[in-house]
């Protein structure tokens, strides 16, 4: 039995020595250690072995295929080796990798988040509010009578019930003061919606940014500091700051905020940038009476109010020349902000 086992061995590793490839070497480990292979066949033979030896050769073949697994595993390591040496034969792993395409901020993102960060270091915080508007939020509370233009079915989007998309951001002044007592410092980014011609400076859909200071005392020096900062930080310390005097209905007095830029290879020149003003006693009414109290006593709290278009900011800040690039998505266009 023993001569069996060590014929059986060295038949074993010299086939296992021998292979060329995985391949060959899987068939070599079936002949073996199959079910029906050599070694398997010798373990059955056990059988027969005299008692008394039973242990010597027991530990015989125990050795034989502790060999033979031994050889089978080694091999496979070198077989693998060799196969992945051939595949990279002639690549340069040291190459460097073809860069993936990253994506970028949105020009709109860029802007929005650039402008809440200015506010934010003045103390503002950030407000939300639903772009499915009534007509109070929307429009009566703000002072804005039921003949004025912006109600018209022409130029605002209503809905059968009676809502409508909200024309501007400024309807969460009222629904943050319905919400919160004074003093109040909000700003508040979001869509709003017009039902205006589609050219090169109108969309139905615009971002606005608006903004909302309440206080015992605040004064319209206030508004002129914080909106000439806010502007200087965006655009630049050089820049001018005018206020033009304007009429909004929610606040009074009013003003168009333009801003002197010098667009390269022309002279600088005006562009209108916000509105703003001094928040109109009649809404601190509108809210003490939704409000059911008189947190907002227009003889007790003074505020400021402004609101912009982010689309139209963006526009001026990188010279863009038609806003229906920044609903397009074309890459072209967006990876020159990446
Ligand atoms: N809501 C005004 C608009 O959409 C902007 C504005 C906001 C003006 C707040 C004054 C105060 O044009």
């Known amino acids: ?41 010798l373990a059955a033979a056990m059988k027969d072995v005299p008692k008394e030896d039973k242990a010597a050769v027991g530990q015989r073949l125990h050795d034989a295929r502790e060999a033979v697994a031994r050889a089978l595993c080694e091999k496979q390591e070198r077989l693998r080796a060799e196969a992945d040496r051939k595949a990279l034969a002639g690549i340069d792993v040291t190459l460097p990798a073809r860069a993936l395409p990253v994506g970028s901020l949105h020009p709109l993102t860029l802007i929005r988040d650039r402008a809440i960060e200015i506010l934010r270091r003045l103390g503002f915080a950030l407000a939300d509010g639903p772009e499915i508007e009534d007509e109070f939020h929307c429009f009566d509370a703000l002072n804005t009578p039921a003949d004025h233009p912006a109600r018209n079915e022409k130029d605002t989007f209503y809905f059968d019930s009676g809502k409508l998309l909200r024309t501007h951001t400024s309807s969460v002044q009222v629904r943050a003061m319905e919400s919160s007592p004074p003093p109040l410092r909000i700003v508040v980014p979001g869509s709003a919606y ?76 005006w562009i209108e940038v916000a509105g703003c003003g001094m928040v109109d006693p009649a809404v601190f009414d509108a809210v003490c009476r939704s409000r059911n109290d008189r947190a907002y006593d227009p003889d007790r709290v003074t505020g400021f109010a402004f609101g912009m278009g982010l689309d139209r900011l963006a526009m001026i800040r990188w010279g863009i020349r038609d806003i229906r690039a920044l609903v397009e998505n074309d890459t072209r266009f967006l990876a020159q902000f990446a």
Do not use: C, W
Request: proline fraction near 5%; avoid cysteine; aromatic fraction near 10%.
């Open 1 to 41: 039995m023993n001569e069996r086992i060590a014929a059986a061995e060295a038949e074993a590793l010299e086939r296992i020595a021998s292979a060329v490839d995985e391949r060959a070497l899987e068939e070599a480990r079936v002949a073996v250690t199959g079910r029906k292979g050599s070694m398997s066949l």
């Open 194 to 269: 017009r039902r205006d011609e589609i050219d090169a400076t109108h969309l139905s859909v615009f971002n606005q940014l608006e903004g909302l200071y309440v206080d015992g005392d605040v004064s319209l020096p206030d508004l002129k500091g914080t909106l000439e900062f806010f502007f200087r930080e965006l655009f630049g310390g050089h820049i001018e700051v005018r206020f033009r005097p304007h009429f909004f209905p929610f606040t009074e007095p009013s003003f168009e905020i333009d801003v002197k830029l010098g667009v390269p290879g022309r002279e600088p020149r």
